[in-house]
């Protein structure tokens, strides 16, 4: 690893990479991207980041690869086969998942990796759009401690809460335990919206009184006043977080959990997405309450 500044390949450039990516240009770090479609990263090209044909170039030129893609196939696709990161990358790179994905996944991709001489790390974050922004994500990473310090200085641009959970797959692990916390409150912040209204109350007062106290959560303060105003941009996908509740319940099921709030949420979502939301922010789930006449 030189002395400066690490060359970083970063694929997947969507609602929270592409703010990722602007927060290491704006360290001085030199970014290279990769985008199925080169329009797609138009807006990045002209602040200064290097466009590449294919994963394996990028991984080729780059001394840190992170990636953010959407689902575990899109992991997949990325990481493995002849033009693939691992394929590609050169011994002692540094390669971090920073998707929501599968345990499992990640374990291979280590497993794959040291094999080659590159450092693997699954380091998935929370904190959505405005997190993304503002470098202020919650980052929880799995993998060998060695390879977590060469690059937390990176972590340290990207995010403000950032831990090693545990040896690969940990960092997926916690998020999941994310993920199933916010499931159950998502439907919890809704509900209550929804009694404020029918009781006559000022909903964004209420917010005001209910946002510091035992109620407090991440989404009743960022993402209710969005559900007020009727605010459904995605600062993170609906059909992204279906798959990531999908992803924690066949986990649960694995280990003999029950977990009947995750359950719940996800049946609410998918329903949302079946009344063509998938592409809306989690806080749509809103709308849910509203189609039913409740709002």
């Known amino acids: 690893m030189n002395?400066?500044?690490q060359k970083i390949g970063f694929i997947g450039t969507g609602v929270m990479g592409k703010s990722m990516v602007r927060n290491l240009i704006k360290e001085g770090y030199p970014v290279y991207v990769?985008?199925?479609t080169k329009s797609k990263a138009d807006e990045l090209l002209q602040e200064g980041v290097q466009w590449c044909h294919s994963p394996g170039e990028l991984a080729h030129k780059s001394e840190v690869v992170i990636t953010m893609v959407g689902y575990p196939k899109d992991v997949e696709e990325v990481y493995f086969g002849p033009d693939g990161i691992l394929?590609?990358?050169?011994p002692g790179t540094y390669v971090i998942d920073m998707t929501t994905s599968r345990p499992?996944?990640?374990e291979n991709i280590y497993k794959k990796a040291k094999e080659k001489g590159i450092h693997a790390l699954d380091a998935p974050v929370s904190g959505g759009d405005v997190g993304a922004k503002n470098g202020?994500?919650?980052i929880m990473a799995g993998g060998d401690r060695d390879a977590f310090e060469v690059v937390k200085p990176i972590f340290e641009v990207l995010g403000s809460n950032i831990v090693l959970q545990g040896p690969a797959g940990a960092g997926q692990h916690t998020k999941m335990c994310n993920q199933i916390t916010i499931?159950?409150?998502m439907v919890g912040v809704c509900e209550a919206l929804v009694y404020a209204k029918k009781s006559g109350l000022?909903?964004?007062m209420v917010l005001k009184s209910i946002s510091t106290g035992a109620a407090g959560s991440w989404s009743l303060s960022n993402l209710a006043p969005r559900m007020l105003k009727g605010d459904f941009e995605p600062g993170f996908y609906v059909k992204h977080f279906i798959k990531d509740m999908g992803i924690a319940l066949e986990e649960a099921e694995q280990m003999g959990i029950d977990t009947p709030g995750l359950k719940l949420a996800k049946q609410l979502y998918e329903e949302l997405a079946d009344q063509g939301e998938e592409d809306?922010?989690?806080q749509a789930l809103y709308k849910w309450f509203a189609k039913r006449g409740l709002v």
């Open 3 to 5: 002395a400066g500044k």
């Open 136 to 138: 202020t994500l919650a």
């Open 34 to 36: 990769y985008t199925r």
């Open 280 to 282: 809306s922010g989690t």
């Open 104 to 106: 499992s996944l990640a």
């Open 183 to 185: 499931a159950s409150n």
């Open 87 to 90: 394929e590609q990358a050169e």
């Open 202 to 204: 000022d909903p964004e």
